[in-house]
């Protein structure tokens, strides 16, 4: 199953059709990895119109991921809001996923000297983890990071330290898993390979610490949510075994929305079923995405 881009892209101020959207060889992104991407998604809520989730929050971070690169955005905050939403109406996505792809023009090995360009890309977006959306995911943990070096670059989505990510989705798929687990420096369980982690123990939710992973959006809604719901939420040091001995597990993200884990490295969790804590998390999310929670609106942007 591939992905296949809408028809329309947002490049450097247009919208151009997705065929003639191409990059040159002399581009710093594509040779080293120095670019800066976000993904949003949109959803289509209860009165037929289509909403981006937290789009000023991925805004507000592609903008830091460039700036840990040393950069200044070619565009304001604001301008690259209406891009985002202009590209969704431009492909008629009544739901789906948005790339925003910041990268770097030129040859040069000093990027000031490189020319900053901004292209958007949406599709339909619904089999980040294969065909095994809903039914549970059989990760892999690996013994390493995905993010080496410190510098607070674990917590930006910067093109080149993604090579990990990809890396460690096949060497899980090669096995038969759908995702893998990264440690992180100490051996605890961090994140996944674009997805954060949670799981839950005695009614408890526990997710490791922003310290050395992608703190992602997804993450801090669920924690809001669970916390409003009333269950207790800890960020704290996952060890293998807790994840193993959890009641249940799940990954977050904007990609992966909510889906349980049901088995690591050949252990069940749990019952080897989604939980009903997940299932309550991820039947709540779903409503507040599509608008239906009028608590939560305010984390939508509605396209008129
Ligand atoms: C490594 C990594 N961890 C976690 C996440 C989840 O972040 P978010 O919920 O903001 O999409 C992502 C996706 O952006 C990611 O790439």
């Not at 390979?193 to 839950?200: A, K, R, S």
């Not at 293998?240 to 990954?251: I, N, Q, R, S, T």
């Amino acid at each position: 199953m591939g992905v296949k881009l809408g028809k329309k892209v947002w490049l450097s101020g247009k919208l151009i059709s997705s065929s003639a959207a191409r990059i040159g060889f002399a581009n710093a992104t594509l040779q080293y990895g120095f670019g800066a991407f976000e993904g949003i998604r949109a959803y289509e809520t209860a009165t037929g119109k289509t909403a981006l989730f937290r789009l000023r929050e991925h805004c507000r971070r592609l903008k830091a991921s460039w700036n840990a690169l040393g950069m200044k955005l070619p565009y304001s905050l604001a301008e690259i809001e209406r891009a985002v939403k202009a590209t969704v109406k431009a492909n008629r996505l009544n739901e789906g996923y948005i790339r925003p792809l910041l990268f770097l023009e030129g040859l040069s090995f000093n990027p000031l000297q490189g020319t900053p360009q901004l292209m958007i890309g949406c599709w339909d977006w619904n089999d980040f983890f294969g065909g095994h959306k809903g039914a549970g995911l059989h990760m892999t943990l690996l013994p390493f990071r995905r993010m080496l070096g410190g510098q607070r670059m674990h917590n930006t989505k910067i093109s080149g330290s993604y090579y990990v990510s990809l890396m460690a989705r096949g060497m899980a798929a090669r096995q038969g898993f759908q995702d893998a687990l990264f440690s992180d420096s100490k051996g605890n369980v961090a994140e996944g390979t674009g997805d954060n982690v949670f799981l839950v123990k005695n009614k408890a939710l526990i997710t490791p610490p922003a310290k050395e992973i992608l703190a992602g959006i997804t993450r801090e809604s669920v924690m809001e949510i669970a916390k409003k719901t009333g269950y207790r939420v800890q960020e704290k040091c996952i060890r293998p075994k807790d994840l193993l001995h959890a009641d249940e597990a799940f990954v977050t993200g904007t990609a992966a929305e909510i889906e349980p884990i049901i088995r690591v490295d050949g252990h069940w969790i749990g019952n080897g079923k989604e939980g009903p804590i997940t299932r309550a998390l991820r039947g709540r999310f779903a409503l507040i995405v599509r608008g239906k929670e009028p608590a939560y609106r305010h984390w939508l942007t509605f396209l008129k």
